[in-house]
């Protein structure tokens, strides 16, 4: 979602503001804009659509010499891509770049209108712009400080002052880190902009705000200057670039048998440092999107193999509903980025009722990592791709171990079930998976030109099959539907017709043979059908046979295929796979 980065220092700032826009660009965006300020002028240039357009335009101008800017990706929330919606924004002496989404905008709109302002684009951003225009006597911070006080919402602002020399950000529910060089600072919403130029930052924390010059960074929270301690990343500066690959998508799909080893070492070497789910008496997992599907096969797995019964909830729905914590219960949360916003509301709504909450999240600095009682972190790397694909496989492989430890802490594993020495397999068979490119494109070829495809499953293969359908229409822009195979025949069967691809999971050996039945009804009726299984299928034309292996980690070498049959098929349609419509990497607004 939107990206922000500001520079203060020696450079020439539009260099690296557009760099750092430029590694911004995952999270999805569709206009960007740059603001430069020399001496009391401020230069704003902004432009729809992709940032080479942005740079373009700022090719074909003279713009002033500075050493200080702010730049922005937006993702249209309030009002459409255009270039008056697109940042920065600028009311009267304050020029801004904002991140989150300010509720009360359009009551805060109205005051101000009625005390003269006029506003020029339809966005939340300008409100706060006016707000703290108003309030600026001489003091930044008091005139930051007086405007958030009137603001309800998320915001990560980079703020100018005409008459100041420096560089000022804030925020809340929105991130947004300092990044500290040598006779330069910088403001960004995420490490990936500054990389190349330093590793070293500081967090800001809710309604900090920073005050920034070329040599110092001051910290001030409730009117005091406070210390903080300076982080360093080890993102590597090549982690950002594509290694040979076409798309990061690929890249990230080729990196999950080396990311997988990494991330079971510590468990398969001692079971002990995973926590223990039997100290509680409710489970709920909670996520958005694909880590959702990821916790819907934990949750498969805790009650199949552990007898433990799972609540599972979309993040947007969990945060508003009436739940009843009335036993003692571990609130679970998966996060690739640890910056959905629903999923951070979740987080807070679970302590806020006393209740343990469990983060399974990549990214190490972020809110949930940072605001959750404890954490497992999958040890994903940066993931560029707006689709998720290594960490969502990260994803289901600890909450299939959590499974496992479960059902051996209640005495439910049978004594010939060896599944560590399989777990000890998986980057092995991954990459065997992986390695097969030709028939997944082969498949793509038979489905790339098709309006709608579903995808059948039962019980784990249903969560399975939930992945494969959304992997396949996000990037791929096929309209596609997951269903639970005994289910198609109550409605949806009226949808299939001659030629319709229709892929059906078939690994769990205790229904096959109903899902058998599945296939045969839906084929009856016209469907192409594409077998996507762990035994190989007599008379069964297009089928994807993958090792078997224990049934905890089954979905690990299923769902590469499905991956890579997405890519393949968005690539032959010529799609924009890294970055595909309408979508944002972190979704950091409800
Ligand atoms: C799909 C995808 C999304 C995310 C979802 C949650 O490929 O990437 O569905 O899984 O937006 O994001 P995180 O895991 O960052 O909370």
């Known amino acids: 979602m939107c990206g922000i980065i500001g520079y ?28 430069l300020k020399e001496k009391d002028e401020i230069e704003v240039i902004k432009s729809v659509g992709k940032i080479v357009n942005l740079e373009e335009k700022i090719k074909s101008q003279e713009i002033m010499e500075s050493h200080l800017g702010i730049a922005h990706t937006r993702w249209a929330t309030h009002g459409k891509p255009t270039e008056e919606n697109a940042h920065p924004h600028t009311v009267g002496k304050v020029t801004l770049v904002h991140n989150g989404i300010i509720e009360n905008a359009e009551e805060l709109r109205e005051k101000l209108k009625k005390e003269g302002v006029t506003f020029y684009s339809e966005t939340d951003t300008e409100v706060v712009a006016a707000l703290i225009n108003k309030y600026d006597k001489d ?11 009137e603001v309800t919402g998320s915001y990560a602002l980079g703020i100018l002052f005409q008459e100041s020399e420096d560089l000022y950000a804030v925020r809340k529910d929105s991130p947004l880190i300092i990044g500290l060089g040598k006779n330069e600072n910088f403001i960004a919403s995420d490490i990936a902009a500054i990389i190349d130029y330093t590793n070293k930052y500081l967090l800001l924390e809710e309604r900090e705000i920073a005050h920034i010059t070329k040599e110092k960074v001051e910290i001030i929270k409730d009117k005091k200057v406070i210390g903080k301690e300076v982080q360093t990343t080890n993102l590597e ?46 489970i709920h997992v909670v996520a958005c999107g694909s880590a959702m599907y990821a916790g819907m096969i934990g949750k498969t797995l805790l009650e199949e193999y552990a007898n433990t019964k799972v609540e599972i909830d979309v993040a947007s729905e969990y945060r508003y509903k009436n739940i009843i914590y009335d036993r003692k219960t571990l609130v679970i949360l998966i996060s690739q980025s640890g910056e959905t916003a629903d999923t951070i ?27 959750s009682d404890s954490q497992i972190f999958i040890e994903a790397g940066p993931e560029i791709a707006v689709a998720t694909t290594k960490a969502y496989i990260l994803q289901v492989g600890i909450m299939a171990l959590l499974a496992y430890k479960t059902a051996l802490t209640k005495g439910l594993v049978k004594e010939n079930e060896k599944v560590l020495q399989e777990a000890e397999k998986l980057p092995r068979l991954i990459k065997e998976v992986l390695d097969r490119r030709e028939e997944y494109k082969k498949i793509a070829k038979g489905i790339y030109n098709k309006e709608d495809i579903f995808f059948i499953g039962r019980k784990i ?80 034309k297009l089928q994807i046979v993958v090792p078997k292996i224990s049934p905890y980690f089954q979905p690990i070498l299923i769902v590469p295929t499905l991956q890579l049959i997405a890519y393949e098929t968005a690539k032959l349609r010529g799609c924009d796979i890294d970055k595909p419509k309408n979508l944002a990497k972190s979704v950091t607004v409800e």
């Not at 003091?139 to 006080?149: G, H, R, S």
């Not at 009722?353 to 972020?366: E, F, G, P, R, Y």
Request: hydrophobic share 35%.
């Open 461 to 540: 293969d249903y969560a399975t099959s939930q992945e494969g359908s959304l992997k396949l229409k996000e990037v791929s822009y096929i309209h596609s539907e997951a269903y639970q195979a005994g289910e198609l025949k109550h409605g949806t069967i009226s949808l299939i017709e001659d030629g319709m691809p229709v892929f059906a999971i078939v690994t769990d050996d205790t229904i096959k043979d109903k899902t058998v039945s599945n296939i045969e009804e839906v084929k009856s009726r016209g469907a192409k059908t594409i077998i996507i299984s762990n035994e190989s299928w007599e008379n069964q």
């Open 237 to 282: 500066r090549d982690a950002k670039d594509k290694n040979g690959y076409e798309h990061y998508m690929l890249k990230e799909i080729m990196e999950e048998p080396v990311v997988l080893e990494k991330t079971f070492k510590p468990y398969l070497e001692n079971l002990d440092n995973l926590p223990d789910l039997t100290d509680y008496e409710e």
């Open 345 to 371: 509301a979740a987080m807070r709504k679970a302590k806020e009722n006393n209740v343990d909450t469990l983060a399974i999240v990549n990214v190490k600095t972020s809110t949930i990592a940072r605001e």
């Open 8 to 35: 203060i220092g020696e450079k020439n700032p539009v260099e690296v503001l557009i760099n750092g826009l430029k590694c911004l660009e995952y999270r999805g965006y569709d206009s960007a804009g740059i603001a």
């Open 139 to 149: 003091n930044p911070i008091e005139a930051i400080e007086k405007a958030l006080k």
